[in-house]
């Protein structure tokens, strides 16, 4: 059973070049250099590596590199969070010697106060010669480190098996996971069903946890938040209730509320969706959050999705993926070229369901299209 899990992570802000010190005076292309994975959440006790790294550096190439922690963040440096790093401003090299990586670990500490989610933003930048005159395109160099406490999440990333290839041009089954960036109010179009005419829709409470899915369908809009669960002109139910809705035959639409989540079933010419949604209620905060799964969009049963879905999910199935994995086993870098496009993963094992998956940007798995693509309101 595929679970999708949702967390969303604060925006990424933008430097100009005024950031790097001194203007460019011959840029170097086509080496890919930054960090390997722009967002990770590390629970209050808790640590994680961070990478920077060049890729397709050509042979003996040598870049002179800083890593700057900015003041951007609503973290406290050593109160909520420290690092490896000898200071908040740290110069390094990339040669063939390290492999063109360099890694520290960020930790965040635990201050036993319930308090919301904080946020560190790193900056990173390299050039060619070692006075720092020749500036080298940085895709990614901004890092965005997002500190929750252990019982705020579960799983911080969208998680979603895909179907690729591998280096040998065999079909495989792989699980990749991705953030969402988001402010609260958005919504997002998660999963349609053009056939079904039906279309998912997931409300930010915050910048984190969403606080409302709508569903819409051609027998009526389902709604639930954390405090009541609907079907427009129909019903309105608490969480506390155990009831079932039904409505229509081909079309079908069926709403079973158990306690703490709800299935929602649609089906029609010859297709299905099963959608579930959990409540997880943070006592502590006075606040919950919903968790939502695609359990269902065969007629019989199991998670495939065709060129008739669209929406995040949708987009991001619809992809060609290769895998190409690393020659090391306990390698943490590796390479998935989405669409012919070279994409750098990181590799995770979910807290939740114990497997591991590619954990890639947001912007590598649905490009051409981009994130606003998706926003409805």
């Given at each position: 059973?595929?679970?999708?899990?949702?967390?969303?992570?604060?925006?990424?802000?933008?430097?100009?070049?005024?950031?790097?010190?001194?203007?460019?005076?011959?840029?170097?292309?086509?080496?890919?250099?930054?960090?390997?994975?722009?967002?990770?959440?590390?629970?209050?006790?808790?640590?994680?590596?961070?990478?920077?790294?060049?890729?397709?550096?050509?042979?003996?190439?040598?870049?002179?590199?800083?890593?700057?922690?900015?003041?951007?963040?609503?973290?406290?440096?050593?109160?909520?969070?420290?690092?490896?790093?000898?200071?908040?401003?740290?110069?390094?090299?990339?040669?063939?010697?390290?492999?063109?990586?360099?890694?520290?670990?960020?930790?965040?500490?635990?201050?036993?106060?319930?308090?919301?989610?904080?946020?560190?933003?790193?900056?990173?930048?390299?050039?060619?010669?070692?006075?720092?005159?020749?500036?080298?395109?940085?895709?990614?160099?901004?890092?965005?480190?997002?500190?929750?406490?252990?019982?705020?999440?579960?799983?911080?990333?969208?998680?979603?098996?895909?179907?690729?290839?591998?280096?040998?041009?065999?079909?495989?089954?792989?699980?990749?996971?991705?953030?969402?960036?988001?402010?609260?109010?958005?919504?997002?179009?998660?999963?349609?069903?053009?056939?079904?005419?039906?279309?998912?829709?997931?409300?930010?409470?915050?910048?984190?946890?969403?606080?409302?899915?709508?569903?819409?369908?051609?027998?009526?809009?389902?709604?639930?938040?954390?405090?009541?669960?609907?079907?427009?002109?129909?019903?309105?139910?608490?969480?506390?209730?155990?009831?079932?809705?039904?409505?229509?035959?081909?079309?079908?639409?069926?709403?079973?509320?158990?306690?703490?989540?709800?299935?929602?079933?649609?089906?029609?010419?010859?297709?299905?969706?099963?959608?579930?949604?959990?409540?997880?209620?943070?006592?502590?905060?006075?606040?919950?959050?919903?968790?939502?799964?695609?359990?269902?969009?065969?007629?019989?049963?199991?998670?495939?999705?065709?060129?008739?879905?669209?929406?995040?999910?949708?987009?991001?199935?619809?992809?060609?993926?290769?895998f190409v994995k690393p020659v090391q086993s306990d390698e943490k870098i590796s390479t998935v070229n989405v669409n012919g496009r070279q994409a750098t993963a990181f590799s995770q094992t979910s807290p939740v369901t114990n497997?591991?998956?590619?954990?890639?940007?947001?912007?590598?798995?649905?490009?051409?299209?981009?994130?606003?693509?998706?926003?409805?309101?």
């Amino acid at each position: 059973m595929a679970r999708f899990v949702v967390a969303l992570m604060v925006g990424i802000a933008l430097f100009s070049k005024t950031a790097f010190g001194n203007m460019p005076v011959d840029p170097i292309t086509g080496v890919k250099i930054g960090f390997a994975i722009q967002s990770i959440t590390v629970n209050e006790g808790s640590s994680a590596g961070i990478d920077f790294v060049a890729q397709n550096a050509p042979q003996g190439s040598h870049y002179y590199c800083t890593l700057k922690l900015l003041n951007t963040g609503s973290a406290t440096y050593l109160a909520d969070f420290t690092h490896t790093l000898p200071s908040t401003v740290h110069e390094f090299e990339l040669t063939e010697a390290n492999q063109y990586g360099f890694s520290f670990v960020f930790e965040a500490l635990q201050d036993n106060i319930m308090d919301p989610l904080e946020d560190v933003d790193y900056h990173g930048y390299c050039y060619a010669d070692p006075d720092r005159t020749i500036i080298v395109e940085t895709e990614r160099c901004n890092f965005k480190a997002l500190i929750a406490n252990q019982d705020l999440t579960d799983d911080p990333h969208f998680f979603q098996n895909v179907l690729g290839m591998d280096e040998e041009k065999r079909v495989v089954s792989e699980n990749i996971c991705y953030d969402l960036v988001g402010t609260a109010g958005d919504v997002y179009e998660i999963l349609t069903d053009k056939v079904l005419d039906l279309s998912v829709l997931c409300e930010l409470r915050d910048d984190y946890y969403i606080g409302q899915v709508k569903i819409k369908t051609p027998l009526g809009v389902f709604l639930a938040n954390t405090d009541t669960i609907s079907v427009e002109g129909r019903f309105t139910r608490t969480w506390n209730d155990l009831s079932r809705f039904e409505r229509g035959t081909d079309p079908s639409l069926s709403v079973e509320l158990l306690k703490d989540y709800v299935l929602v079933e649609m089906n029609g010419k010859g297709r299905r969706m099963a959608v579930r949604i959990d409540r997880v209620l943070q006592d502590k905060r006075g606040k919950g959050y919903l968790n939502f799964y695609i359990e269902e969009t065969a007629k019989n049963g199991g998670v495939i999705f065709d060129r008739h879905h669209g929406g995040l999910f949708g987009i991001v199935a619809n992809n060609k993926y290769e895998f190409v994995k690393p020659v090391q086993s306990d390698e943490k870098i590796s390479t998935v070229n989405v669409n012919g496009r070279q994409a750098t993963a990181f590799s995770q094992t979910s807290p939740v369901t114990n497997r591991k998956c590619f954990l890639m940007n947001l912007e590598d798995v649905i490009s051409p299209y981009v994130k606003t693509d998706f926003l409805k309101a």
